[in-house]
């Protein structure tokens, strides 16, 4: 590299396609220079870290949780068995798994003082909001957390973060309603205690539907990772400080709280609603060429080609709709997808439907208010959430997070009093 300023050159790696920024500090104009340093606000093109976690080629729109395909689990895994991939980098064998999903199983229960803290939230509080802080709250139930150079311990309270996020979601759903919250059920499947949980209300034995099950079951899957996004980046942020994982993963439903982030999916709901009819279609789209307006669910920053994930949850929506009768909105759905993906507007800027663009019908089908989709996102993505605080946490190369900054202000200012100030 030669620094233009001085005629210097110098000699940076390139290992994994990427250079070191610290490598860029040995670039100085004088002996007192700090260094050059890199800028890249929104990280746009800056990797933070190694992962063996998830891997994306968003031209190619190829998604992988350790290797295997997306569609290939979302076909014949369960979530349960995901999270466990996620978590331990391989897929377990069948003592395993059982092991595994009995330990999820025996801690889905939370400590009574939880319902009496989320007895404190207003009527109309946020799913979302309640759930950031009931999840940080749990630290305070378990202080040994914060010993997390513990493997064993660590353990511990990564099962507890998997089993008790349904518990604590359905807890938020059930206080908006008004209605008594109801006790996990361990006869039942992760999918079907949270629907459980949700709307049990005076039978005996709540009995999910199987076809319910099995595609929320594939939501979960789907949403479980997705490497380093806004919150898997903010609980990485959070965790590097070396607090307990309760309080890093809450930093991940916050950041995942964010319109920018969990809740594009209400947006195309409420595109669909305004759209109205299949006629009202072809205006619609033309209004977004026009550039009046955005079509909610196409398009990502990663993936320019098909979001892997849309495609199976159009699947998925279709199995959904068998068991609670079609949605008019679907074809709406599957209206625009069809005149989008022909559409030089959009194949010229290489714009899909996303995750977000099926995703919301399914819930609403489900019977769910749109507040309820980011924390039907946290559930699944806590087990993504923990296996990079996992990683990071083993990771001998990272320190705690502390970016650097372009001071833009000013300098060596001489106070002056209150008085004074004109
Ligand atoms: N509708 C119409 N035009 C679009 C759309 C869209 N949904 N998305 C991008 N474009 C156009 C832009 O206007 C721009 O056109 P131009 O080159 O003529 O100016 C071009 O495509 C590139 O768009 P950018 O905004 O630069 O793309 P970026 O990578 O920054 O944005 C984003 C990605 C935010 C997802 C964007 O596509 C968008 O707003 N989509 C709709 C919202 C959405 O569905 N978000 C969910 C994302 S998935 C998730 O977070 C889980």
Redesign the pocket.
């Given at each position: 590299m030669t620094d233009n300023r001085t005629g210097k050159t110098y000699e940076v790696d390139v290992t994994d396609d990427t250079v070191r920024a610290i490598d860029l500090r040995q670039i100085k104009v004088n002996e007192d220079d700090f260094g050059l340093m890199t800028y890249d606000p929104a990280f746009m093109n800056t990797a933070s870290c190694r992962s063996s976690i998830t891997y994306i080629d968003g031209d190619r729109g190829i998604l992988e949780y350790r290797g295997y395909p997306i569609e290939q689990l979302a076909e014949k895994s369960t979530y349960l068995e995901v999270a466990y991939l996620l978590i331990h980098g391989e897929l377990p064998n069948q003592k395993q798994l059982d092991e595994w999903i009995h330990e999820i199983t025996i801690h889905t229960f939370v400590h009574e003082n939880l319902k009496q803290f989320c007895e404190g939230f207003r009527y109309d509080a946020h799913p979302m909001g309640m759930l950031l802080a009931t999840t940080g709250a749990l630290s305070t139930f378990y202080p040994d957390a914060s010993k997390i150079d513990d493997p064993e311990i660590r353990y511990s309270h990564v099962i507890r973060l998997i089993a008790k996020m349904p518990t604590l979601a359905a807890f938020a759903y059930r206080h908006a309603r008004g209605m008594p919250y109801v006790y996990p059920d361990n006869e039942l499947n992760y999918p079907g205690n949270f629907l459980g949980m949700l709307f049990k209300m005076t039978e005996l034995k709540y009995e999910p539907d199987p076809r319910i099950e099995r595609a929320l079951d594939i939501l979960f899957i789907l949403h479980a990772d997705?490497e380093q996004?806004c919150s898997t980046s903010a609980v990485r942020a959070v965790g590097s400080s070396q607090v307990d994982p309760y309080s890093a993963v809450a930093a991940g439903v916050a950041a995942l709280y964010g319109p920018?982030?969990?809740g594009?999916n209400e947006?195309?709901l409420r595109m669909l609603r305004r759209i109205g009819t299949l006629e009202n279609v072809p205006d619609f789209v033309q209004g977004?060429k026009n550039?009046e307006?955005?079509?909610?669910?196409?398009?990502?920053?990663v993936y320019k080609n098909y979001?892997p994930r849309a495609k199976i949850i159009k699947k998925a929506c279709e199995d959904v709709f068998e068991v609670t009768g079609t949605n008019p909105l679907l074809d709406i759905a599957v209206e625009l997808e069809k005149i989008a993906l022909e559409d030089e507007?959009?194949v010229s800027?290489k714009?899909y439907p996303?995750?977000?663009?099926y995703s919301g019908l399914i819930y609403e089908a489900l019977g769910m208010p749109v507040d309820m989709f980011p924390v039907l996102f946290a559930i699944p993505r806590t087990s993504g959430w923990i296996a990079q605080w996992l990683e990071m946490t083993q990771d001998k190369e990272q320190k705690i997070a502390r970016p650097r900054q372009i001071y833009t202000g000013g300098r060596t200012l001489d106070y002056v009093p209150i008085g004074d100030r004109g």
């Open positions: 997705h996004n920018l982030h969990g594009a947006a195309v977004v550039g307006e955005r079509l909610m669910g196409f398009g990502h920053r979001d507007y959009f800027r714009l996303n995750v977000d663009f």
